[in-house]
């Protein structure tokens, strides 16, 4: 009995290490998948990882094996990945990735947050209510670099390599993780030149006037008024000019060249200095949802998860949800 108990507990440890040792194996596989890519050479990408020539190509041809597809268009001057290859590479890179971070944050135990964080901001939403707050973080966390990247469209986070984004507005349906922060008051605004005193409050005479759109608008609802029935009315003269940066917009606005109907933090400025003045102050305009989204399927690092209960903790709904 005891003869056999030993038997087993042989066969247990067998059993762990060979487990064990196939992990080892498939992170090595992909090591030098990525490796093979980057450098457009088999050889290259042992020399990379400590591998011969020929134990690198035995390590791709077992992920193959193991996968059941081609992962590499193999000739004799080039390396280029196939579809299949394509996908299992990207998806690897974010689980390797993933794996060193944890691997950082065990190292790190109590110490000081480090490593950069790439975050997608709106351009003048970062630029107007963001800057000050960001700036804060980076007092906080010395040793975390933020790598912004300011667009008014809404970036890709697996395509652009963000590991966050800020957004205003509608969002489609995705996979993506969304925190809602607060919301955004909009109006419609327009010099006092171009909009007499008489008519801020006639709706029928703001109607004709002309328009300065913003072209990245991504919700439903822009230039529609609301009276106290919640009757809708759409704003809807003619649209003498259209751009995807909000601040150009302003400074047209204040030229007198048309209204604009924007958020209320991109026209703070003008309308204390009284360059633009709001309309229908009697109609409600549907605010806008102010969200944090990041993509969930994979482990999120302890630096990532600070900024975004920074974003969310410090100020931002009292900043953007009021009354313009």
């Not at 966390?141 to 390599?161: G, K, N, Q, S």
């Not at 507005?169 to 006092?192: E, H, K, N, Y």
């Not at 048309?258 to 703070?268: H, T």
Request: with cysteine.
């Amino acid at each position: 009995m005891l003869y056999l108990q030993v038997i087993e507990w042989h066969l247990f440890y067998i059993e762990k290490i060979v487990k064990r040792s196939n992990h080892m194996d498939r992170i090595r596989q992909l090591k030098v998948l990525m490796a093979a890519v980057r450098h457009g050479s088999i050889a290259a990408a042992g020399r990379e990882v400590g591998l011969s020539p020929a134990m690198a190509g035995k390590y791709l041809g077992a992920l193959e094996s193991t996968l059941g597809v081609r992962l590499l268009h193999r000739t004799t001057r080039a390396l280029s990945l196939t579809e299949a290859g394509q996908r299992y590479l990207s998806a690897s890179q974010e689980i390797l990735r993933a794996l060193d971070d944890a691997d950082a944050e065990v190292r790190a135990g109590t110490r000081q947050l480090s490593g950069p964080i790439r975050l997608g901001l709106p351009r003048a939403y970062g630029e107007l209510k963001l800057a000050g707050v960001l700036a804060a973080f980076c007092q906080r966390y010395p040793e975390i670099t933020l790598d912004l990247h300011t667009d008014e469209r809404y970036a890709d986070l697996v395509d652009d390599r963000l590991d966050l984004a800020v957004r205003i507005g509608r969002l489609a349906d995705s996979a993506l993780r969304v925190r809602r922060i607060g919301t955004v008051a909009m109006g419609v605004f327009g010099s006092p030149d171009l909009v007499g005193a008489d008519a801020r409050e006639d709706l029928a005479r703001v109607r004709m006037l002309p328009r300065l759109a913003f072209a990245a608008a991504r919700s439903p609802g822009d230039w529609t008024a609301h009276d106290e029935a919640m009757r809708a009315f759409a704003i809807d003269g003619k649209c003498v000019m259209r751009s995807d940066e909000i601040g150009l917009l302003v400074r047209a606005a204040v030229a007198g060249i048309g209204i604009l109907y924007a958020p209320g933090f991109a026209v703070e400025d003008a309308l204390a200095h009284g360059d633009l003045v709001p309309l229908l102050p009697n109609y409600h305009f549907a605010p806008l949802d102010l969200q944090i989204v990041y993509n969930d399927r994979h482990h999120q690092p302890a630096r990532v998860r600070a900024l975004i209960d920074y974003l969310q903790q410090h100020g931002l709904r009292a900043r953007t949800n009021r009354p313009v």
